[in-house]
């Protein structure tokens, strides 16, 4: 039983990715629904509204002879976007963040719209965006936009693999 429990958790975590674990809940929800004929249902009445900004990037210069490039989310962007919430808090309860704004862009401008939009949202109460922890140095290392952070992070058991989740910190 321990051989199998190891080779089923090897299994999802190296190999699979999760993704076996994605399909026993698809193929759960259709049991539940076809089969069983009952409905799936959440218990929850919240919506969420998603921002994906992965096509929204920019280069932004690593070194100082700008031969090595990261890529960055485009401030500009989010910023008009957090704009848009900003403009609806009323209709807004949360706004989870989960960018780490590790250093600022090249477009000063655009990073203080995206600074301006943080201000507004945190003063709301309505906004956190993650910090990270940095295990070598052994300190908090916290994004470039002041607002409000949350830090969680742990390192796993298999392949020592460290996650980032938001818990509320000052």
């Not at 848009?84 to 590790?102: G, P, S, T, W």
């Amino acid at each position: 039983m321990i051989t199998v429990a190891l080779l089923w958790l090897g299994h999802v975590n190296y190999m699979d990715g999760f993704e076996f674990m994605n399909d026993f809940f698809n193929m759960r929800s259709f049991f539940k629904e076809y089969v069983f004929k009952s409905s799936v249902s959440s218990g929850s009445n919240d919506k969420f509204l998603f921002i994906n900004t992965s096509r929204n990037n920019e280069l932004l210069p690593y070194d100082n002879d700008n031969t090595i490039n990261t890529v960055i989310t485009d401030r500009a962007v989010l910023a008009s976007k957090l704009k848009i919430l900003n403009e609806n808090q009323d209709k807004v309860k949360f706004v989870i963040c989960d960018i780490f704004f590790e250093s600022p862009s090249a477009d000063k401008i655009a990073d203080s719209l995206l600074q301006a939009e943080i201000k507004k949202l945190t003063a709301a109460n309505k906004f956190v965006m993650p910090g990270f922890y940095n295990d070598v140095e052994k300190e908090l290392v916290k994004p470039v936009f002041a607002g409000e952070t949350g830090l969680s992070q742990y390192r796993s058991s298999f392949l020592n693999i460290q996650f980032l989740k938001s818990l509320l910190n000052d």
